[in-house]
């Protein structure tokens, strides 16, 4: 996985938006190749968005089944509501990460990783 990748998360205010929107930021911290990119930037704004996007493959987590960051141009979609409930996770709160939302963190962010190698 050595393209760029933007992830392009979920900025609702459900407790699983603030999930995805944590691994996200975290992994573009950690991983050289990976960026954060902002959904609400390019709803607002899509002719002048952010470069990041244009020589990025992007990737977008979404928190719920409603799927709003999908709605841009996107090579693949991960949707963060099954990948926790197969860890039985259930995370609560919206505005802080509970003991759930730390772990579903975590295995969220193991399964992006897994995904974007097939990408």
Do not use: F, H, W
Not at 55 to 65: E, F, L, N, P, R
């Amino acid at each position: 996985m050595s393209e760029k990748i933007a992830l392009v998360s979920c900025s609702g205010l459900s407790p699983l938006g603030l999930v995805v929107r944590a691994a996200s930021v975290e992994l573009a911290l950690e991983e050289e190749n990976i960026v954060a990119a902002c959904i609400t930037e390019y709803s607002a704004q899509p002719n002048n968005c952010s470069p990041i996007l244009d020589d990025a493959k992007i990737v977008t987590i979404t928190g719920c089944s409603d799927d709003c960051a999908s709605v841009i141009l996107t090579v693949k979609n991960i949707a963060a509501d099954s990948v926790v409930k197969a860890y039985d996770l259930n995370p609560l709160d919206a505005v802080r990460l509970d003991e759930d939302g730390e772990k579903a963190v975590k295995v969220l962010k193991k399964y992006i990783l897994k995904e974007l190698e097939n990408i």
